[in-house]
């Protein structure tokens, strides 16, 4: 089931009356949530992530625009009539209900022709939770499980019903690491195995990378862009993207263009063809470093942190927005800081450039 948002807006008033200003959770979203595919919505707190889902399955009224499942204009529609699947980041699940109560409680509720047997229901329950793979816990209650395992209660029960829609919001942040991996590789498979147009939410830009067939990245209600996660990665179209995806993080540097080359405070460092002359800020992902004895870019070495097959060269340099440059390069490589310096070259293909008053992406030719 294609979703379809149209200029779906949603303004919140603000509670303090004296400020007028009213806060946009949900800007002009204007895009289509294709059938069958995973959508990882990512930004930080407060951009507007629950509100778009709540807008989704009904739970809030858009301020303006509409929704649409398929063909069908669902934005007046009521919540338990849109067949959507909810999870909360807290789960929600009856404390005094067994798993397999929980699971089947939203099928006491169906009426009319929809209204199931005993037998109908367990059968439900029990196919359910074959999905996520708890069917041996049915008989426990809550409070007997583990963190993991509640949280795929919370997905069975979202998926008992077969919904059209299955909509996760930041399902995984109450699991440690090593869990919160394996119940992401879960929630992939069973995503690919029911086809369920599935829209996941989460401010964990890993997370979102690895599950989502495309991600959505907003800031302040406002989409930024949609893609696949490696186009948005080495594509951004603006620098809070850049920066939002990837880690370590994206190394951010003052810099200027002068004859279509790239110089940070003296050293150049690239070309920029076909790009005028001007402030910009010139942003290094942190594989696109090399250790270089002649490099250009002279830095202060600050240390090392090795990390298996990779290691870690952390440096300074007074061009540097922030504190610390982290560079990412291969273990076996040697490092020369005899001086307490270390050189950089860069790999072009690793730089973009931003402009610095607005921001946005400076395109070179290719
Ligand atoms: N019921 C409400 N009344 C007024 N403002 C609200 C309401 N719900 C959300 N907001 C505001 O709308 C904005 C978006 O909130 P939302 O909960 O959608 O963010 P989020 O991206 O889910 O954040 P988080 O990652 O912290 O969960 C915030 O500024 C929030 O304060
Ligand atoms: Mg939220």
Redo the contacts with the bound molecule.
């Keep these: 089931m294609k979703i379809v948002l149209e200029h779906l807006t949603k303004r ?1 008033p603000n509670r303090n009356k004296k400020i007028r200003d009213e ?1 946009v ?1 949900v800007n002009d979203f204007d895009f289509t949530i294709p059938d069958g595919k995973l959508i990882g919505l990512l ?1 930080p ?7 778009a889902l709540n807008l989704i399955c009904g739970l809030e009224k858009p301020t303006e625009g509409k929704i649409y499942f398929g063909d069908l204009d669902v934005t007046a529609l009521a919540p338990e009539k849109r067949g959507v699947g909810l999870v909360f980041q807290n789960y929600a699940l009856y404390p005094h209900l067994s798993v397999r109560e929980n699971i089947r409680f939203p099928l006491e509720n169906l009426r009319g022709d929809k209204k199931l047997t005993k037998q109908q229901m367990e059968e439900k329950v029990l196919e359910a939770a074959k999905l996520v793979q708890i069917e041996e816990l049915l008989d426990r209650k809550p409070n007997e499980m583990s963190g993991g395992q509640q949280q795929r209660v919370a997905i069975a029960r979202a998926l008992v019903k077969r919904p059209q829609v299955l909509l996760l919001d ?1 399902p995984l942040s109450n699991l440690d690491a090593r869990l919160r991996l394996q119940t992401r590789e879960e929630l992939k498979r069973i995503q690919l195995e029911t086809g369920i147009t599935t829209v996941f939410v989460t ?1 964990d830009q890993e997370e979102a990378m690895s599950i989502s067939d495309t991600i959505v990245v907003m800031k302040d209600g406002v989409l930024q862009q949609m893609g696949k996660p490696q186009d948005i990665y080495d594509d951004p179209i603006n620098l809070f993207v850049a920066k939002f995806l990837g880690t370590p993080q994206i190394n951010v540097f003052t810099g200027e263009v002068i004859g279509e080359k790239v110089y940070i405070d003296k050293a150049q460092v690239c070309d920029a063809p076909g790009v005028r002359d001007g402030d910009v800020y010139v942003a290094v992902r942190p594989e696109g470093f090399v250790v270089d004895p002649s490099g250009p870019l002279i830095c202060e070495f600050i240390g090392r942190e090795v990390m298996g097959r990779d290691t870690s060269v952390i440096a300074r340099h007074g061009n540097f927005l922030g504190e610390n440059i982290r560079a990412i390069i291969p273990s076996e490589e040697l490092i020369d800081s005899k001086d307490g310096s270390v050189r950089f070259a860069l790999k072009p293909s690793k730089v973009r450039l931003f402009d610095k008053g607005s921001e946005e992406r400076i395109r070179v030719e290719a």
Aim: hydrophobic fraction near 25%; glycine fraction near 24%.
């Design positions: 919140f806060v959770a930004g707190s407060g951009c507007g992530k629950s509100t930041e401010h």
